[in-house]
């Protein structure tokens, strides 16, 4: 089985810092790793994901995440975050065979305060 | 183009009654899931389908929550004798498998409770 772990559930920043949101995961078999965004009364958007090949991803708006197969981790960066970042963001795995499903993370809230 | 659609938006509903909670996906897309999104468990993992292949139900929280996929398009998750636990935000995906994106496209969902 796989478990996704996002070791903040909050994070206040003050507009134009940088910022990281942080994900673990586990897992006993490979897999593919997304960040999904959810702005306030929407639907999840996909951020960026990572599949194979650099470990650094890029995705919309900015943000980045890099694969550290290692660490188990996929921390979701972004050098100067802006107000339209606020949201709640989401990491997730699925396993590279068989169905898609995601597993996700209990999510971080991004708070931009400015 | 069109992205995946769910109906209805919201639904109130009283305790023991049944519900039924439709997604549309994006047209083409082979594959649908249906995820809850609820403030104690976060985003659960429900059922998916692929296809003509059985569907995955491994999600299912009890035997009261069954779906459907009709001429491999439209969805419908049926939640039966609900109860107060079942309050959530419904969520369905959609996408198109054997592409290399393996990106979901996820609806606005259908935020359901239970009174």
């Known amino acids: 089985a796989q478990s996704v772990t996002q070791l903040d559930s909050q994070v206040p920043v003050f507009e134009e810092a940088p910022v990281e949101l942080r994900c673990n995961y586990s897992?006993?078999?490979?897999?593919?790793l997304f960040w999904y965004v959810q702005y306030p009364n929407q639907g999840l958007q996909l951020l960026l994901k990572?599949?194979?090949?650099?470990?650094l991803v890029k995705g919309i708006n900015g943000f980045e995440a890099e694969f550290n197969k290692s660490q188990t981790s996929f921390h979701l960066r972004k050098p100067s975050v802006h107000i339209s970042d606020t949201a709640e963001y989401f990491c997730?795995?699925?396993?590279?065979?068989?169905?898609?499903?995601?597993?996700f993370g209990q999510g971080t809230r991004l708070t931009i305060n400015p | 183009g069109a992205g995946v659609s769910q109906s209805p938006s919201n639904k109130v509903t009283e305790k023991g009654k049944d519900v039924e909670l439709r997604c549309d996906p994006i047209s083409g897309h082979t594959a649908l899931y249906w995820y809850r999104q609820s403030l104690g468990q976060g985003l659960e993992f429900l059922i998916y389908?692929?296809?003509?292949?059985?569907?995955?139900k491994s999600g299912l929280p009890s035997d009261r929550f069954s779906a459907e996929r009709t001429g491999g398009s439209v969805s419908t998750l049926t939640i039966q004798r609900t109860q107060q636990e079942d309050s959530a935000v419904y969520l369905c995906?959609?996408?198109?498998?054997?592409?290399?994106?393996?990106?979901?496209?996820f609806g606005p969902g259908t935020r359901l409770t239970v009174t």
């Open positions: 990572y599949l194979s090949g650099s470990t």
């Open positions: 997730a795995v699925s396993i590279i065979q068989g169905a898609q499903k995601l597993v």
């Open positions: 389908f692929q296809g003509n292949s059985a569907p995955d």
């Open positions: 897992s006993s078999v490979s897999v593919y």
């Open positions: 995906a959609s996408s198109l498998e054997g592409s290399s994106s393996y990106e979901q496209y």
